[in-house]
Protein backbone atom coordinates (compact mmCIF):
# COMPACT_ATOMS: atom_id res chain seq x y z
CA UNK A 1 0.00 0.00 0.00
CA UNK A 2 1.36 3.24 -0.82
CA UNK A 3 1.00 6.72 1.17
CA UNK A 4 1.72 9.62 -0.78
CA UNK A 5 2.58 12.85 0.13
CA UNK A 6 2.63 15.74 -2.31
CA UNK A 7 3.86 18.54 -0.67
CA UNK A 8 7.52 19.10 1.94
CA UNK A 9 7.13 18.07 5.39
CA UNK A 10 5.88 20.55 8.49
CA UNK A 11 8.11 21.53 11.25
CA UNK A 12 7.59 19.25 13.56
CA UNK A 13 6.88 15.41 13.31
CA UNK A 14 5.14 14.34 11.01
CA UNK A 15 3.57 10.68 11.46
CA UNK A 16 2.86 8.83 8.86
CA UNK A 17 2.06 5.14 10.47
CA UNK A 18 1.30 4.46 13.95
CA UNK A 19 1.40 1.46 16.16
CA UNK A 20 -1.96 2.02 18.27
CA UNK A 21 -3.36 4.02 15.21
CA UNK A 22 -3.41 4.49 11.27
CA UNK A 23 -1.45 1.39 9.66
CA UNK A 24 -0.95 -0.39 13.28
CA UNK A 25 -0.33 -3.51 10.91
CA UNK A 26 3.33 -2.62 10.60
CA UNK A 27 3.23 -2.69 14.14
CA UNK A 28 5.74 0.61 13.80
CA UNK A 29 5.46 3.92 14.27
CA UNK A 30 7.07 6.18 11.37
CA UNK A 31 7.53 9.32 10.74
CA UNK A 32 9.99 12.00 9.61
CA UNK A 33 10.91 15.36 12.14
CA UNK A 34 11.56 18.03 10.65
CA UNK A 35 13.59 20.95 12.51
CA UNK A 36 14.51 24.55 11.96
CA UNK A 37 17.44 25.96 13.88
CA UNK A 38 17.15 25.90 17.84
CA UNK A 39 13.53 23.96 17.49
CA UNK A 40 13.71 21.43 20.56
CA UNK A 41 12.22 17.98 19.74
CA UNK A 42 11.72 15.63 22.82
CA UNK A 43 10.68 12.05 22.96
CA UNK A 44 10.17 9.67 26.03
CA UNK A 45 7.76 7.62 25.29
CA UNK A 46 8.02 4.20 26.25
CA UNK A 47 9.09 2.40 22.66
CA UNK A 48 12.17 1.31 21.60
CA UNK A 49 12.88 4.09 19.26
CA UNK A 50 15.53 4.67 15.99
CA UNK A 51 16.60 8.28 14.87
CA UNK A 52 18.53 8.83 12.17
CA UNK A 53 19.24 11.78 10.00
CA UNK A 54 18.34 12.32 6.35
CA UNK A 55 19.95 15.32 5.53
CA UNK A 56 21.11 18.97 7.82
CA UNK A 57 22.54 19.46 11.31
CA UNK A 58 21.33 18.81 14.24
CA UNK A 59 22.25 18.08 18.02
CA UNK A 60 21.23 15.46 19.97
CA UNK A 61 20.86 14.94 23.77
CA UNK A 62 20.30 11.19 25.39
CA UNK A 63 21.60 9.78 29.19
CA UNK A 64 23.96 12.66 29.68
CA UNK A 65 26.15 12.73 26.34
CA UNK A 66 25.21 14.98 23.27
CA UNK A 67 26.17 14.98 19.53
CA UNK A 68 26.39 17.38 16.60
CA UNK A 69 25.27 15.87 13.65
CA UNK A 70 25.09 16.48 10.00
CA UNK A 71 24.35 15.26 6.61
CA UNK A 72 24.37 16.77 3.35
CA UNK A 73 22.33 14.24 1.49
CA UNK A 74 20.74 11.28 1.51
CA UNK A 75 22.72 9.93 -0.94
CA UNK A 76 26.34 10.35 0.67
CA UNK A 77 27.01 8.02 3.14
CA UNK A 78 27.52 10.10 6.00
CA UNK A 79 25.30 7.94 8.10
CA UNK A 80 24.41 8.54 11.92
CA UNK A 81 21.66 6.94 13.98
CA UNK A 82 20.22 6.61 17.57
CA UNK A 83 19.19 3.77 18.37
CA UNK A 84 17.33 3.48 22.67
CA UNK A 85 15.63 1.30 24.53
CA UNK A 86 12.04 2.64 26.41
CA UNK A 87 12.91 4.91 29.43
CA UNK A 88 15.34 6.74 27.66
CA UNK A 89 14.47 10.70 26.95
CA UNK A 90 16.40 11.68 23.88
CA UNK A 91 16.51 15.64 22.88
CA UNK A 92 16.58 16.74 19.14
CA UNK A 93 17.64 20.52 18.31
CA UNK A 94 17.30 21.88 14.59
CA UNK A 95 20.87 23.55 13.79
CA UNK A 96 20.30 23.95 10.06
CA UNK A 97 17.49 24.83 7.92
CA UNK A 98 15.13 22.75 7.26
CA UNK A 99 17.14 19.46 8.90
CA UNK A 100 15.11 15.72 8.28
CA UNK A 101 15.33 13.18 10.70
CA UNK A 102 13.49 9.70 10.48
CA UNK A 103 11.95 8.13 13.75
CA UNK A 104 11.15 4.96 14.21
CA UNK A 105 9.38 3.12 17.58
CA UNK A 106 7.84 -0.33 18.06
CA UNK A 107 7.30 -1.65 21.42
CA UNK A 108 9.93 -3.88 23.15
CA UNK A 109 10.27 -4.72 26.34
CA UNK A 110 14.31 -5.58 26.34
CA UNK A 111 16.68 -3.62 28.59
CA UNK A 112 19.79 -3.33 25.84
CA UNK A 113 22.36 -0.30 25.85
CA UNK A 114 22.11 2.53 23.96
CA UNK A 115 23.78 2.79 20.83
CA UNK A 116 24.69 5.66 18.40
CA UNK A 117 25.90 4.22 14.79
CA UNK A 118 27.97 6.36 12.13
CA UNK A 119 29.20 5.28 8.46
CA UNK A 120 32.25 3.68 10.17
CA UNK A 121 29.90 0.69 11.76
CA UNK A 122 27.23 0.19 8.77
CA UNK A 123 27.62 -2.08 6.79
CA UNK A 124 28.27 -1.03 2.62
CA UNK A 125 27.72 -3.37 0.02
CA UNK A 126 27.50 -2.91 -4.00
CA UNK A 127 25.38 -5.45 -4.71
CA UNK A 128 24.44 -6.79 -8.32
CA UNK A 129 27.58 -6.04 -9.98
CA UNK A 130 28.61 -8.86 -12.66
CA UNK A 131 24.96 -10.26 -13.19
CA UNK A 132 21.63 -9.07 -15.20
CA UNK A 133 23.98 -7.18 -17.64
CA UNK A 134 24.63 -5.27 -14.46
CA UNK A 135 20.59 -3.82 -14.27
CA UNK A 136 20.33 -4.57 -10.36
CA UNK A 137 23.21 -2.44 -9.18
CA UNK A 138 22.57 -0.97 -6.53
CA UNK A 139 24.40 0.68 -2.78
CA UNK A 140 22.97 -1.03 -0.09
CA UNK A 141 23.85 0.07 4.17
CA UNK A 142 22.77 -2.33 6.48
CA UNK A 143 22.83 0.01 9.74
CA UNK A 144 21.23 -2.61 12.17
CA UNK A 145 20.21 -6.25 11.89
CA UNK A 146 20.56 -9.11 14.50
CA UNK A 147 24.06 -9.64 14.52
CA UNK A 148 24.46 -6.27 15.31
CA UNK A 149 21.45 -5.97 17.78
CA UNK A 150 19.92 -8.98 19.23
CA UNK A 151 17.90 -7.01 21.58
CA UNK A 152 16.35 -4.83 18.82
CA UNK A 153 13.21 -5.65 17.52
CA UNK A 154 13.52 -3.80 14.21
CA UNK A 155 16.02 -4.26 11.21
CA UNK A 156 16.81 -1.54 8.83
CA UNK A 157 19.02 0.49 6.63
CA UNK A 158 19.43 2.14 3.02
CA UNK A 159 19.52 1.54 -0.31
CA UNK A 160 20.48 3.99 -3.18
CA UNK A 161 19.10 3.29 -6.50
CA UNK A 162 21.54 4.07 -9.66
CA UNK A 163 19.32 5.55 -12.28
CA UNK A 164 17.06 2.85 -14.19
CA UNK A 165 18.68 0.39 -12.13
CA UNK A 166 16.10 -2.44 -10.03
CA UNK A 167 16.07 -3.35 -6.63
CA UNK A 168 15.02 -6.39 -4.54
CA UNK A 169 15.07 -8.34 -7.77
CA UNK A 170 14.95 -11.83 -8.23
CA UNK A 171 11.71 -10.96 -6.26
CA UNK A 172 11.68 -12.01 -2.56
CA UNK A 173 9.45 -12.01 -0.17
CA UNK A 174 9.63 -12.45 4.22
CA UNK A 175 7.11 -13.31 6.92
CA UNK A 176 8.07 -9.65 8.58
CA UNK A 177 6.34 -6.26 7.93
CA UNK A 178 8.60 -4.20 6.24
CA UNK A 179 7.88 -0.01 5.53
CA UNK A 180 9.64 1.52 2.80
CA UNK A 181 10.42 5.64 1.94
CA UNK A 182 11.44 6.92 -0.43
CA UNK A 183 13.35 10.09 -1.23
CA UNK A 184 14.38 11.07 -5.47
CA UNK A 185 17.38 13.23 -6.66
CA UNK A 186 15.77 14.95 -8.63
CA UNK A 187 12.52 15.44 -6.66
CA UNK A 188 10.23 15.11 -9.56
CA UNK A 189 11.80 11.48 -10.52
CA UNK A 190 9.54 8.14 -9.56
CA UNK A 191 10.32 4.55 -9.78
CA UNK A 192 7.85 1.81 -9.65
CA UNK A 193 7.34 -1.73 -7.06
CA UNK A 194 5.27 -4.35 -8.42
CA UNK A 195 3.69 -5.25 -4.69
CA UNK A 196 2.48 -8.51 -4.84
CA UNK A 197 0.46 -8.90 -8.07
CA UNK A 198 0.25 -4.85 -8.11
CA UNK A 199 1.90 -2.01 -9.41
CA UNK A 200 2.72 0.72 -7.46
CA UNK A 201 4.05 4.77 -8.13
CA UNK A 202 6.83 5.76 -6.15
CA UNK A 203 7.41 9.50 -5.62
CA UNK A 204 9.40 11.70 -3.70
CA UNK A 205 8.39 11.12 0.65
CA UNK A 206 6.04 8.01 -0.41
CA UNK A 207 6.57 5.74 2.11
CA UNK A 208 5.07 2.09 0.99
CA UNK A 209 3.54 -0.63 3.38
CA UNK A 210 4.83 -3.97 2.76
CA UNK A 211 2.45 -6.96 4.06
CA UNK A 212 3.98 -10.23 5.18
CA UNK A 213 4.82 -12.52 2.31
CA UNK A 214 4.11 -10.33 -0.63
CA UNK A 215 7.11 -9.64 -2.97
CA UNK A 216 8.61 -6.15 -3.58
CA UNK A 217 10.97 -6.21 -6.49
CA UNK A 218 11.12 -2.39 -7.64
CA UNK A 219 13.33 -0.45 -10.16
CA UNK A 220 14.37 3.89 -10.54
CA UNK A 221 13.44 5.39 -13.62
CA UNK A 222 16.42 6.74 -15.77
CA UNK A 223 17.79 10.11 -14.77
CA UNK A 224 17.03 10.00 -11.27
CA UNK A 225 18.57 8.73 -8.32
CA UNK A 226 15.84 6.63 -5.86
CA UNK A 227 17.30 6.37 -2.16
CA UNK A 228 15.01 4.66 0.11
CA UNK A 229 14.81 3.92 3.86
CA UNK A 230 13.80 0.46 4.67
CA UNK A 231 12.69 -1.17 8.39
CA UNK A 232 11.77 -4.44 9.07
CA UNK A 233 9.80 -5.45 12.55
CA UNK A 234 11.02 -8.76 13.31
CA UNK A 235 8.44 -11.06 15.08
CA UNK A 236 8.27 -12.76 17.90
CA UNK A 237 10.30 -15.92 17.91
CA UNK A 238 10.60 -15.40 13.89
CA UNK A 239 13.05 -12.59 13.58
CA UNK A 240 13.54 -11.47 9.56
CA UNK A 241 17.05 -13.64 9.06
CA UNK A 242 16.65 -13.51 5.21
CA UNK A 243 14.13 -13.29 2.42
CA UNK A 244 12.65 -16.26 0.36
CA UNK A 245 13.23 -15.75 -3.72
CA UNK A 246 10.74 -16.95 -5.79
CA UNK A 247 11.89 -19.92 -7.99
CA UNK A 248 11.15 -18.87 -11.65
CA UNK A 249 12.95 -15.66 -10.84
CA UNK A 250 16.02 -16.87 -9.57
CA UNK A 251 18.13 -17.79 -12.96
CA UNK A 252 19.20 -14.54 -13.85
CA UNK A 253 21.63 -14.53 -11.12
CA UNK A 254 23.25 -17.65 -12.60
CA UNK A 255 27.03 -16.52 -13.71
CA UNK A 256 25.80 -18.79 -17.16
CA UNK A 257 22.56 -16.93 -17.32
CA UNK A 258 21.84 -15.75 -21.13
CA UNK A 259 20.40 -12.54 -20.45
CA UNK A 260 18.99 -10.98 -23.74
CA UNK A 261 21.05 -9.72 -26.00
CA UNK A 262 23.74 -12.41 -25.53
CA UNK A 263 27.15 -11.26 -25.63
Not at 74 to 85: G, H, I, Q, R
Not at 137 to 159: A, C, H, K, Y
Amino acid sequence: MRIHRDKAFEAGYNAITSMDGEHSDMMMDFGILKLMPDEHYVDNLPYERIFLILSGQIDVYWEGRNERVSRESFLDDNVWCLNVPKGVTVKIVGVAEDSEVAVVRTKNDKVFTSVARTKESVIKEVRGEGTMNDTGTRIVRTVQNVDLSPDSNIMFGEDVHYPGKWAGFPSHHHQQPEIYFYKLQPENGFGLMKLGDEAVLLENNDTVKIAPNLVHPQVAAPGYAMYFLWMIRHLENNPYLAPTFEEEHVWVEQPDAKIWPEK
